[in-house]
């Protein structure tokens, strides 16, 4: 016997009832079941009419002082040895190493141009240097390379510092008057 669509319908509704009428009654059981000291039993309260080893234990605890190990908890490591076994250490005699002679530091970097000028465009543009290489006029800005090896760091009022890239080495320059002429 073929069941039409209504039948078909109606029968996944009551099918549906029945399972959501189940687990409304299973929650609602659980939820009586799980509530807590009905299942321990009744409460008694306990007999604490002796405080006088409570606060004992408490005084003791409120007496510690802390007292540190010489240890940071902040930096990994070794704890740090007395000082004793430092100074046993130092009594022995020092072995002697060959000195090994150390290269010279280089010299700050020298910029060959002068610095006589700076300006920048309206639209907030990087600054701009002008320098003044013989007769010839360079126009830098903040992050360019000159002499190769000069990487211009900062371009202030009144002075221009650079970077020598070989070395790592700073220096800067003051702003010099234009020349006259």
Not at 10 to 39: C, D, T
Not at 89 to 113: G, H, I, Q
Not at 150 to 178: A, C, F, Q, V, W
């Amino acid at each position: 016997m073929a069941r039409t669509r209504q039948q078909k319908e109606l029968i996944a509704l009551a099918s549906l009832l029945l399972i959501a009428l189940f687990v409304w009654l299973y929650a609602g059981r659980a939820k009586h079941a799980a509530s807590g000291p009905q299942l321990l039993g009744r409460y008694t309260p306990i007999n604490a009419e002796d405080y006088s080893v409570i606060f004992k234990e408490m005084g003791e605890s409120q007496a510690t002082v802390y007292k540190p190990s010489g240890r940071n908890i902040f930096v990994a490591g070794p704890v740090p040895v007395a000082n004793a076994p430092v100074a046993a250490v130092a009594a022995k005699p020092a072995r002697e190493y060959p000195t090994v002679n150390k290269a010279p530091e280089p010299p700050p970097p020298v910029l060959s141009m002068k610095f006589y000028g700076y300006g920048s465009l309206p639209t907030n543009a990087p600054r701009r240097a002008f320098l003044l290489d013989g007769e010839d006029i360079r126009i830098v800005q903040e992050g360019d390379t000159v002499q190769n090896h000069i990487k211009i760091t900062h371009i202030g009022n009144d002075r221009i510092e650079y970077e020598d890239t070989l070395t790592g080495k700073k220096n800067s320059n003051n702003l010099e008057l234009p020349p006259q002429g």
